[in-house]
């Protein structure tokens, strides 16, 4: 037999339909995200944030490894801002455009792809990279989300926060 | 301006949107959609994006001699255990040849001398494999463009299947089967094609992945429909579960 019927292609077609609810979804979110000033209102730091004095005390408050440091409930602290806009500014774009510079229909038409990555190998290792830091971001994310009250914080991203919380974002 | 989304909205938007396509897709007899099917879709969507993006048939990015690999892998069969195959070998393919047919108005058999005599095209270009390498090599060749032009394609043809001596078989379609980088190979890097990469002559479709660049092809047949062909998933490479476009 020429052939390993061991070698289904599963793995490969999972990923790229994840791949394509990953580009549409994040690009429905970004352009959401810009366009109703959810980015700027919620993402992007304060003033007050980005002291010196503010910052080290953030960055304290996550060393001590306890719970909710930082920031008053349903407002994100300084350093899961920047981790947020790391991840959508950053990670993100950079996974779909190191993937699509090992594509050999793309790169035909857009042949710039690989002045951006050095190569299609190079944007191998960057999609493999970034994707590991995606990783280590989901790990993170979810361990903080189990030491701060979990069960509040999964009503507050589902159905919202309940309605005699006041509002610090309105 | 300034939207606001409450989740609560955006929770009942979804859930409502979710339970209008459930309905929508319960009409007795059509069987659940399954996961392979889920895959059709996304193959379908990449497939639509990039003959978009290629509609004006640019060119897969060509090299200078300079940046030939050294090292070419060469995977699947390297060596046809075929009888008639080896002993073309021995005699240095004089007598191979390959079976051109279906939709033309000229069906024939051409050699390797013929190959040679026809107009040909040399390109150094960059094999993406699936398996994630990638390497450099230059490949000469006639266009399928002009063998089938030689032969007299038929209005009717749309696909082109092609069959190899070790059982592999793929199809084309006419955007990508004209395109001028589409080959048929019978040199590499200035010498004769080498038995592991497909001698004495192979397919080069260089803007899809290398598995849709046949080996040791023995026959090419244009057709109206490749529905009726194996399991009418188009070529052997999609039955296994890859899809039959493999620009990814």
Not at chain 1, 154 to 163: A, F, N, Q, W
Request: aromatic share 8%.
């Amino acid at each position: 037999m020429p052939i390993n019927l061991e070698q289904t292609g599963w793995g490969r077609n999972l990923h790229f339909l994840a791949a394509w609810i990953f580009v549409l979804n994040g690009t429905l979110y970004l352009l959401l995200a810009i366009l109703t000033g959810r980015l700027r209102r919620r993402l992007l730091p304060s003033r007050a944030q980005l002291r010196p004095g503010a910052l080290a005390a953030d960055l304290r408050a996550h060393l001590s490894l306890r719970g909710r440091p930082g920031a008053p409930p349903g407002r994100y602290n300084v350093m899961q801002k920047g981790a947020y806009l790391v991840v959508i500014l950053g990670l993100a774009p950079l996974m779909v455009l190191s993937g699509l510079t090992m594509s050999p229909g793309v790169t035909a038409a857009y042949p710039e792809l690989f002045w951006l990555f050095g190569g299609r190998q190079s944007a191998r290792t960057v999609h493999f990279l970034a994707a590991l830091a995606l990783v280590a971001f989901l790990v993170v994310h979810v361990w903080q989300v189990l030491i701060n009250h979990p069960a509040r914080l999964l009503r507050e991203m589902t159905i919202g926060p309940s309605r005699t919380q006041a509002d610090p974002d309105p | 301006m300034s939207i606001d989304l409450t989740r609560r909205g955006l929770v009942r938007g979804v859930a409502a949107g979710l339970g209008a396509t459930a309905l929508s897709a319960c009409d007795p007899g059509s069987a659940a959609p399954s996961l392979r099917d889920l895959y059709d879709v996304s193959d379908a969507l990449t497939f639509r994006v990039q003959r978009l993006l290629l509609r004006h048939q640019p060119l897969a990015r060509e090299f200078g001699p300079e940046a030939i690999s050294t090292v070419f892998p060469t995977i699947n069969t390297t060596d046809p255990e075929d009888a008639g195959y080896r002993r073309a070998k021995a005699t240095g393919f004089a007598d191979w040849s390959l079976a051109i047919g279906g939709l033309v108005d000229r069906p024939t058999r051409i050699g390797l001398a013929d190959l040679r005599a026809m107009p040909s095209r040399t390109q150094v270009t960059l094999h993406s494999c699936e398996q994630g390498w990638s390497a450099i090599a230059g490949w000469t060749g006639v266009p399928l463009s002009h063998l089938l032009a030689h032969v007299g394609l038929r209005p009717e043809a749309r696909y082109v299947v092609m069959r190899c001596v070790d059982g592999w078989w793929d199809s084309y379609d006419l955007f990508d089967a004209l395109h001028p980088q589409t080959i048929l190979a019978y040199g590499m890097n200035g010498r004769d094609l080498p038995v592991a990469h497909g001698a004495p002559w192979r397919l080069r479709v260089e803007r899809q992945l290398g598995y849709k660049s046949l080996k040791y092809v023995t026959s090419l047949e244009a057709v109206a429909d490749v529905a009726g062909l194996g399991a009418g998933r188009g070529s052997m490479v999609a039955e296994l579960g890859f899809p039959w476009y493999g620009g990814i």
